[in-house]
C-alpha cells in the first residue's frame, strides 16, 4: 500500500516538459474562442420559413438571426404553446460561463508555469467537471423550456424535450441543434490537455532510469 | 307586271349572291388578323416557374384608377398596385390621417404618365413621379413602394396632361397645361376671347436632389394651346425640354374639327437651363404666387418647332440628337436634328412668331420624315439605334432605324395601342429585349366580362430582328404610358427598422398602450402583434375626438396587421415596424374592431372593442 502511494506521490510529482507545457497554454488560449464563437446553434425551418429561423447561443448571449428577429420571431411563435419567452435574463450561464472560462484560463497558465502532473490533472479534472455540468446545465434548460408550458396556451401541446443535439420534428418546424464553433474549440481544449496527459505519462523519466 | 317583279326578285337574288361571295367572313389583309405568337417560343420566353424572379419591374399608370400598377416582365404579372390618387382600402390608403391629409379634398385624380428618377439620363431606382389632371404630382419612394408626396394642385396648371416627365438629373418634374385658361385661376373671360385671353403655362417643379421633395420652380406663359406630351433632352440635349402641342389654331368649340385644319402644329423648345437663370434673376411677374416667365419679355427661352399635325408623343433618342415627333393624323413621323435646331436658332431661322415666340423653319430643323404608319403616337428606342413607333390607327407597332430611317418590321398590336414601354427604352441606354404595347381597346382577347372592358398590355419579344409577339395581359383601367426598370435596380425594404421609427405616437411594447385623455381628446396608443390588438378595449365618451395610433411592433417580413372598427368607416392596414393614425368622433355604442389583414393562426381572435358611454 505505501509503495502504491509513493508511486503515485512521484508520478503526480513529475515535471513537465516543454512541449506538454505548451499544450497547456495552447489549450488556455483556445478557452478564448468562447468569447467570440457560439457555443450552440438552433436552426428551424418550416413551409412559411424557407430561409429559417436561426437561434446562436454563445457563452455570454443570445443572438438572432436575420439581425436579431429571429429570436423575437421564435418567442413571438412560442407564445401560442405558452413557452417562456427565450431572454438573456433568464439565462444565469451567460453570467457565470465567462468567469469560469476566465478562471480555468488562468489555471491551466498556473499549470504551464508550475509545470507539475498533479497540477495538470488538477486542471483536466475541474474543466471536465466544468464541461460536464455546462453540458447538464443547457439540457436542463431545454427541458424547462420545454416542460414549463403556460396552462393559458392558445394551442396546447404535451411537454416535449427539444432536440439537444441533432434533428427533430416539432408541429410545422424542422429543429435542427448542434454545437457551434465554440464548443468545438472547447472539445479540442479536452483534447490537448488529454494529449498533454498522455505525452507526460510516457515520458517516464524512471524508464530510462532501470533501462540503464 | 309579274315579268318586272320576276327580273327584279332575279336581281336581288343575283345581287345577294354576288355580295355573299365578294365579302369574306374574316379580313383578308394580314394586318387586319390580331396578333397571334409562336406558343412554344413565346411560352419559353414568359414562363417564370413558380418561385423564379421577373426580370423587370413595369411601372403601369392606372388612368382614372389614380393608382400604379406594378407587374413583372416577362411574366406579366400583375404584382402589386400602389395607390396614389385615390383612396385604396387593400392597404388602407386614404383612410389614416396622414394619407387622408396627402390626399386632400380629392379621392381621385387622372394618372397617366409615371416619371422613374434619373441620374446622367439613366434610372437610378429611388423614386417613381406620377401627374394627375387636376393639377398635381406625386413622388412614390420606390424603398417602400409608398406614396409620400402629392404636390399640387400647382397654381396656373390646367389639366395636367403633360406631365411629370423628369430631367436627366431629376432637378425638375415637368409639366404643361392641356387645356389653356385665363390667368390666375379663378378669372374669367368669355370663351371668344380664348386665343388672347386664355393662357397655356408650362411649369418646373422643383426636385430636392436629396429627399426627392418637390416644391414650387418657376413657370412659363405659353400660347394658348393644348400641351400634350413632353420629354426632356438628354446627352447633348440636356438642358432643354420639348412639348407637343395641338390646337395652334387656337380653336374653341368642337376641338375633333377646328383643332384640325392646320397642317402643322408645334412642337415647343424649351431651353430650360436659361429659364432656371432667368427665374433667378428674378424676371418674370408673380402670378398665383408662383414667378412667371413671359418669353415676350425674356427672349431666347422658348422656340416652337412646326410639326406634322396634331402630334401626341416627343421623344428624345437616346443620344440626345433625335427628337422624334408623331403627328398622330398622318403617316409620318417626324425627326428633329438638335443641332438644326441650335444652327437655326443660331441664324434666327425662323418664319414668324407666336405671342413673341419665334417659330423655326420646318425645312431648317427637320431630318427626315419616316413613314413609320398610320396614326403613329409614341416612340420607344432599343440599343444599336432602334426605334419602336405605336400606331394607334394601324394598330401595331412598327419597328425602324435612327440614321437610316429604314421601317424594317411591323407587329399587329391588339388593338389599337396607345403609348408603348420598352425596357428602360426611353433612358440614355435602353436595354431592348422586351417591348410592352399598351392597348386601348382588347375585345375579344379574354373571357368577357361584360361592358367594362379590361385594357390590353402586349408584351412583345424585341431581342431578335424580327419583333415577335410573347403574352396578351390584361390590365387595370387605365394604362397611358409605363416604365420598364430592371429588377436590380431596386433595392426594396420588407419591414420598417425600428430604429427609423419616430413616430410620436409609436409604442413598442404592449405595456406602454393604452388610452390618455386631454379635455375631449382622446389619445389610445396601440400595439399590434400576432394575434392581439392591445389594449382589448378602448373605452372614451360620446363626441369626444379620439386617435387611435397603431404600431405594429413585427419586424417580420409580411406580418401586416389591420385595424378595422365597424359602423365607422375606418380600416387601415399597418405594415411590420410602421405606425398610423385614424381620427374619429366618438358616437355612443359598443363598436367591434378587428385585425383586416390575415396575420395568423389566430388572426380571427385579433379583435376588441370601443365602449363610447353616453354623456353624462
Known sequence: ?212 | MKRTYAIWGGGIVLLTLLAARCAPSAPTAKKAAGGTSDLAVAAQKTYVAPGDLDEYYMFASGGQSGNIYVYGIPSMRHISTIPVYSPYPATGYGFDDDSKKMLGAFTWGDLHHPALSETNGDYDGRWLFANEMNGRVARIDLRDFKTKQIYGPVPNISGNHASAFVTPNTEYSMMASRFSIPLPKGSVAPIDKYATEYKGVVAAIKIDPKSGNMDLGWQILMPPFDFDIGDAGKKVSDGWMFWTSYNAERATGKLETTASQRDRDYIAAIDWKAAEKAAAEGKGDMIGGVRVLDPKKVPGIVYLLPCGKSPHGVDVAPNGKWIVGSGKLQGVTTVFNFEKIQTAIRNKDFTGDEDGIPVLKYESVKEVEVAVGLGPLHTQFGPDDWAYTSLFVDSAIAKWKLGTWEVVDKVPMSYSIGHLAAAEGDTVSPDGKYLVGLNKLSHGRHLSVGPSQPESSQLVDIGEEKMKLLYDAFTEPEPHYAQIIKADKLHPIEVYPKEENHHPLAVWDVKDAGVTRQGDKVTAKVVLVRSTITPTSIEVNEGDTVTVALTNIEQTTDELHGFGLLDYNINVIVDPGETKTVTFKAKTGVYPFYCTNFCSALHQEMQGYLIVNKKK
Open chain 1, 1 to 212: 500500500m505505501q509503495a502504491v502511494l509513493q508511486r503515485a506521490d512521484r508520478f503526480l510529482d513529475r515535471d513537465l516538459e516543454l512541449k506538454e507545457r505548451a499544450l497547456v497554454i495552447v489549450a488556455a488560449l483556445l478557452l478564448t474562442a468562447v468569447y467570440v464563437f457560439p457555443l450552440w446553434t438552433l436552426t428551424m425551418y418550416a413551409p412559411q420559413y424557407p430561409e429559417g429561423l436561426r437561434m446562436n447561443i454563445y457563452s455570454y448571449k443570445l443572438e438572432g438571426g436575420n439581425q436579431g428577429q429571429d429570436v423575437k420571431e421564435i418567442n413571438l411563435l412560442n407564445h401560442y404553446i405558452g413557452m417562456k419567452d427565450l431572454v438573456a435574463e433568464d439565462f444565469t450561464e451567460f453570467k457565470w460561463i465567462p468567469f469560469v472560462v476566465g478562471a480555468m484560463g488562468l489555471l491551466f497558465l498556473r499549470t504551464a508555469v508550475h509545470g507539475k502532473m498533479a497540477s495538470l490533472i488538477d486542471v483536466i479534472v475541474l474543466y471536465g467537471y466544468f464541461a460536464a455540468f455546462s453540458l447538464w446545465s443547457f439540457g436542463y434548460k431545454l427541458y424547462s423550456y420545454g416542460h414549463n408550458l403556460a396552462p393559458t396556451a392558445a394551442v396546447k401541446v404535451p411537454a416535449f424535450m427539444p432536440p439537444m443535439f441533432g434533428y427533430k420534428q416539432l408541429a410545422n418546424f424542422e429543429v435542427y441543434s448542434y454545437p457551434a464553433a465554440g464548443s468545438y474549440a472547447l472539445g479540442l481544449v479536452i483534447v490537448l490537455l488529454g494529449a498533454a496527459f498522455l505525452l507526460a505519462w510516457q515520458d517516464d523519466p524512471g524508464r530510462a532510469k532501470r533501462a540503464g
